[in-house]
């Protein structure tokens, strides 16, 4: 019997082990950058209001259009350029974010503004997919989790350090040197990746067509339409978070930063303890993540007049978020394990839209008079939506007799285990057999998606953009933030 066709990626004079560290911390280095970029302007809103002379929901199309470029260019990047050497392809993404970034510090009106974002969204999810790819080629099979782990890492870091260094440079020194900070990220990402990450040559694998039919699959197009809506309850708040704490909630605008970090923390813990819940029902996680994260979104919509309940709410929010959107990103590498590049650039997508969505509805009930209080009641509403479509596809699921849990184990409790992933933070271990200069190393994205009845084998890996780790008995333990 012949073996399935699968993407396989080839590292030319593969680096040793401190090489291969640096490679990562370059990959690392641009998702921080594309993680401070994406959330960087919900801190700086008013200030470019006030630069500008815009309202505060004109602005948030700003952010949707940033979204929307992310939507546009993941698909569309990733299959047009299949056949580009992935190094070159890396420094020519991080180059038109750099310069993206650069037209948004220096943009003279609110149009020009919307074009930079839109601009600086194109190589967005191209990026984090092809990333995952060479990440997982420079290593070998068994440590394939935890150099994916390290590049998302990037972007979780990016909610807690990122975000906020960009909102007190905005307040301090004007909203364009929080854009000048990702432009510096952007250009220390491009020289880092010229330095140290190896080229590389792709032997055969499944095409772009391939890819493309899985996406048609009801139950990839089912999960992708529930991020999308799902997932817009909180881009809906957490576009107008900052003009929310200081115009509703009494907060003075010095303490925004510091909120921004707090949900950053929020979506770290959730990560952490999205692993062992998934690997006890990918189905049941998400489901559940997505009901509470509706309950969190109505709590800061009731109690958003009391600054220590926003907050709450804001760490609260953040937390589901990270637990839904890591369940329904295993649920999608179940569903098209056959099609990781495109699914991974897709998933991307899907939240990005996600996020335009919140954005651009959110802007539009404020605008329509009915306060700040209101964005949080449209969040619910897309929560409840994203809940019903993925309880459809689950039902479905259950219907095609593919078990969506794992049986009832005995052993450590999902707390521990989930205390077990903060390994993912620790530095790695020293391999006892580096790599030879010279030589090559192939990596099997098929296998990087085995699933038995949904739920990951011991030893698989998953090219997400949230975290996985290996927990204290071994387990590959999956997490992390979009």
């Not at 590389?200 to 039919?213: D, F, M, W, Y």
């Not at 999902?414 to 790695?428: C, I, K, M, N, T």
């Amino acid at each position: 019997m012949s073996a399935p066709r699968t993407a396989v990626l080839q590292v030319i004079n593969a680096p040793d082990r401190t090489g291969t560290r640096f490679a990562l911390l370059a990959l690392a280095l641009g998702g921080f950058g594309l993680g401070t970029t994406e959330f960087a302007s919900m801190g700086l809103l008013p200030f470019i209001a006030e630069d500008l002379d815009a309202s505060i929901p004109s602005l948030g199309h700003a952010i949707a259009l940033y979204a929307l470029g992310v939507v546009v260019g993941a698909p569309l990047i990733t299959s047009l350029t299949a056949r580009v050497e992935r190094k070159r392809l890396l420094l020519g993404l991080m180059s038109a974010f750099t310069v993206g970034n650069v037209l948004s510090a220096t943009a003279p009106s609110l149009e020009w503004l919307y074009v930079a974002r839109f601009l600086s969204g194109l190589p967005h999810g191209a990026y984090f997919g092809v990333a995952a790819v060479v990440a997982s080629s420079l290593v070998p099979r068994e440590r394939r989790g935890r150099a994916v782990a390290r590049v998302a890492l990037g972007l979780t870091v990016a909610n807690i350090v990122g975000v906020p260094l960009a909102a007190v440079l905005g307040g301090t020194l004007g909203w364009r040197a929080g854009y000048g900070l990702v432009v510096a990220i952007g250009l220390l990402t491009v020289a880092a990746l010229a330095l140290w990450i190896p080229r590389t040559r792709k032997g055969g694998g499944v095409s772009v067509a391939q890819e493309v039919r899985a996406l048609g699959r009801p139950q990839v197009a089912l999960t992708l339409l529930a991020g999308s809506v799902g997932f817009g309850g909180m881009f809906a708040v957490y576009t107008f978070v900052s003009p929310i704490l200081t115009e509703f909630s009494g907060l003075d605008i010095s303490a925004v930063p510091w909120v921004l970090a707090l949900y950053g923390v929020g979506m770290t813990a959730g990560s952490l303890l999205a692993g062992p819940m998934l690997d006890r029902s990918i189905e049941r996680t998400a489901l559940g993540a997505g009901a509470v994260s509706g309950v969190a979104l109505a709590f800061f919509g009731l109690f958003a007049h009391s600054a220590v309940a926003a907050v709450l709410g804001v760490l609260w929010i953040g937390l589901m978020g990270a637990l839904f959107s890591t369940a329904l990103q295993m649920r999608l590498l179940r569903e098209a394990k056959d099609a990781p590049s495109l699914t991974a650039a897709m998933n991307h997508a899907a939240f990005n839209l996600a996020n335009a969505m919140g954005a651009f509805l959110g802007g539009a009930v404020i605008s329509a008079g009915w306060g700040y209080r209101a964005p949080a009641w449209v969040g619910v509403g897309l929560a409840v939506a994203g809940l019903l479509i993925l309880g459809y596809a689950a039902r479905l699921h259950r219907a095609g007799d593919a078990p969506a849990s794992s049986p009832v184990r005995t052993g450590p409790s999902w707390a521990s285990l989930a205390v077990a992933d903060l390994q993912v933070l620790l530095p790695e271990p020293a391999h006892p057999r580096p790599a030879l200069a010279g030589s090559a190393r192939t990596t099997s994205w098929a296998d990087l998606g085995r699933r038995r009845g949904g739920i990951p084998r011991p030893g698989d890996r998953s090219p997400l953009s949230l975290p996985p780790a290996v927990g204290h008995d071994g387990r590959v333990r999956t997490g992390g933030g979009s």
